[in-house]
């Protein structure tokens, strides 16, 4: 019944209980999680994680923290394993100003050439942008009608929420609008259309409260659902069903699958 549409199941942070990970996962009433990969070693991860655990999909892109990394051969690799199956989205892809990890310059040029490649595979992109919001607006706004996807874990302002939304985007809202001080991130969540919300966790990072401080996982999605349907004013459960009709429409994952 509820999708966590952004996840790093892949990481090291869950290698020493994966399984359990996921049986509460189940237990909280998840349906389907997308784990997203971050550079192509976790990439590969993320599609072996989805090959084996029936509710989980994959995202394959390469964050901008590791865009400084990509040589020749990492696209032709992304290709690949973007034709494996359960293979939802690229991503994720997009502009950290925030850590600047890589040089700004490198960012711009790898997220350009990795939208270029959802294009090309048509498929649905997942972006970051961490104060960069001019930025990503720059890089999308030529590219209207060609692409579709999600912003995750949304952090413009309700200019940028409108001109991404007109764009075909989705808006996807994580931990954060469970801080005490988010009054904007939840003014910007009261406007998003009902039919292009989305919810995550990016978990291990971000934890809702009141597990913020600690790892995050996909089960406290539920926190994060709860305070956003008190947000919308929406019955709990009529907002996880919308946000789960949504993932499932925008990465194509099918409703048979169960934890
Ligand atoms: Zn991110
Ligand atoms: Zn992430």
Redesign the pocket.
């Known amino acids: 019944m509820l999708i966590d549409t ?1 996840a ?1 199941l892949e990481m090291e942070a869950f290698d020493s209980d994966r399984d359990e990970v996921l049986k509460r996962a189940a237990e909280a009433g998840l349906a389907a999680i997308v784990t ?1 990969g971050t550079t192509l070693t976790d990439c590969q991860k993320a599609v072996a994680l989805a090959r084996r655990y029936p509710p989980v999909y994959a995202a394959v892109g390469i964050h901008p923290h590791e865009v400084k990394g990509i040589d020749a051969g990492t696209y032709d690799a992304l290709r690949l394993l973007a034709r494996q199956d359960k293979v939802v989205a690229i991503g ?1 892809v997009g502009l950290d100003f925030f850590y600047d990890l890589s040089p700004r310059g490198v960012q711009l040029r790898r997220f350009a050439e990795q939208l270029d490649l959802a294009e090309e595979l048509d498929m649905p992109v997942i972006i ?1 942008d961490r104060e960069a919001h001019a930025e990503t607006l720059r890089i999308l706004r030529p590219r209207k009608g060609r692409l579709r996807g999600v912003l ?1 874990c949304f952090s413009g302002d309700q200019a940028m929420a409108r001109e991404c939304l007109e764009m075909g985007f989705h808006l996807s809202v994580a931990g954060p609008v469970t801080y005490r001080k988010a009054d904007q991130l939840r003014e910007v969540a009261r406007e998003i259309p009902l039919e292009r919300l989305l919810i995550e966790t ?1 978990a291990p990072y971000l934890a809702p409260q009141p597990h913020r401080g600690k790892r995050n996982e996909p089960a406290y999605v539920v926190e994060t659902a709860g305070c956003l349907a008190e947000i919308l004013r929406l019955p709990v459960g009529e907002l996880k069903r919308l946000t789960a009709a949504n993932a499932r429409l925008l990465f194509g994952i099918g409703g048979m699958e169960s934890l």
């Open positions: 952004h790093h997203v994720e970051h995750h990016d």
